[in-house]
């Protein structure tokens, strides 16, 4: 519907300036929004007060001028008027708005979902949890939004894949495999003291036994030096089976999994490194490299390789940024936690020093969540040691709920996620809320199949039945949900599409209980379970990219 006021907008501008009436020397900005209050019409434009300086013109002037060169040939406005200071105010047929039901019931599950997208490849990395312990909230949270953010992406026409990146290499594998070698040598009897910097959670302990039970005593008094290596391995694998486990479990895959160790093996981590030393943006100085992410609006230039010649962490990610671009991808997607936006300058520093626009790269952060449960913070997880696990919610809460109220926000807010909500069966509970509305549909359906009544085919329905005013919000709100799926993917913000929900879910519920679907009006049943047809259609779409199931009982 925007569209089509836009394009009309567009072509009484370029009238007005034939005739004369306006001067427009820049070409403005359309913008129409949906009035708060219903009797400002469908939809509404600043235009005429933008225009009003340019034009030298009061805004009223200008909305009169735009509205006398308005030729609607497509027969789509019922009204335009001017309100206040210069809005326009355009009301729509209604033919229009119920046009939406027939659209929605032709593509089925692909409505809403225009190609902007065109093909064009994204990598989106995120979770990309350390090896070395469970997954906490937060990555739930970080899982959450990337999985439909993917899902989003996708929808509207782009080719995504979705990456792990796994920090397998460095001084945190080194301390895994030193938390699993004390645990192993202490579970047999050997008085081997932590280390300080070491993993204190009891996943270490399970993994050492594990280890034990696959390889006996081998190592029993080796020395860490000799069997750093193997224990590394096996901690690693069996943190990475864990996290694959516990991301399943929530209904989240990969297309691929990323090694950083094997950036350091195939020599990846130097390549890079000649490179930007061949563009003149790596340079020596005080025994160091360093990068010269300052001519890219870095505060400072940083430390690539240390004066001992080790590699700093920017060091593996310059190569693991370079890699990416090497295969195809035109925009990159990284989804961490808000503690790494100091990070941010420096590695748009690399991608532009590596050639490639900064816009090529976007860094999502997303923010701590704080568990509640009776008012009360949820005490710590024993497995973890020092936080509440992702298994831990998602077992008690389920993964709808968790994945849901996960989005119910913004990704770079502060979240706080009540337990005791995520399992109420009422309208408190967001995911409830939304999923009782799509089983309240089904119900219906399963009470008109009882009295032997069909849903009524495109052509058999007539949908001027449809005149009461909850109906008529109902089918409006069906109509923003292209608008909103493209906003929303544009924007990397999936928690639009948790909004829309709660409305269109308060929607159906406020017309249940306000007006009866199955009528003694034969006519006016059919046009109703259309209706519910297609809002039962939008809402599985809409918790399906969100990762959520539609149930048909609750």
Known sequence: MKQTITDILTEALARAKDKGDLILDVHPVITLETPKAKNHGDLATTLAMTLAKPEAKSPRVIAEIIIRNIQDRDGVLEATEIAGPGFINFVLKQDRWQQTLFDIDAEGNQYGFPNVGRGEKILLEYVSANPTGPLHVGHGRGAAVGDALANLLRAVGYDVQ??????????????????????????????????????HGSYVEEIAEGLLQREGKKFLNTP????????????????????????????????????????????????????????????????????????????????????????????????????????????????WGADHHGYIPRVQAVIQAFGHPRDALHILLVQLVTLMRHGQ??????RAGDFVTLRDVVQDVGSDAARYIFL??????????????????????PVYYVQYAHARIASLYREAESRGIAVPASDGVDVSLLDSEEEQDIIKALAQYPEVIEEAALAYEPHRLTYYLQNLAGLLHNYYFKQRVITDEAGRTGSRLFLMKQVKTVIQSALGILGVTAPERM
Not at 173 to 183: E, F, G
Not at 294 to 304: N, P, Q
Not at 377 to 382: C, E, F, R, T
Not at 422 to 427: G, I, L, T
């Open 224 to 335: 860490f030096e000799d069997c750093e290596a193997p224990f590394a391995d096996y901690g690693r694998e069996a943190m990475l089976a864990d996290i694959r486990s516990d991301l399943d479990a929530f209904g989240v895959h990969f297309d691929s999994w990323f090694s950083e160790a094997s950036l350091l093996a195939a020599g990846a981590v130097q390549q890079s490194i000649e490179e930007l030393r061949a563009r003149k943006y790596a340079y020596e100085k005080d025994g160091a490299l360093w990068l010269r992410s300052t001519a890219f609006g870095d505060d400072k230039d940083r430390v690539v390789v240390k004066q001992d010649g080790s590699y700093t962490y920017l060091a593996t990610d310059i190569a693991y940024h370079r890699q990416k671009l090497s295969r195809g991808f035109k925009t990159l997607v990284n989804i």
């Open 162 to 199: 979705r990456e792990f990146y796994v920090n397998d290499a460095g001084r945190q594998i080194r301390n895994l495999a030193r938390s699993l070698y004390a645990r192993y040598q202490q579970a047999l009897g050997n008085a081997m003291p932590f280390p300080e910097d070491g993993y």
């Open 377 to 382: 913070p949820v005490p710590m997880s024993k």
């Open 408 to 429: 119910t926000r913004r990704s770079d807010s502060h979240l706080d996620f009540d337990l005791d909500v995520a399992k109420e069966q009422s309208r408190e509970n």
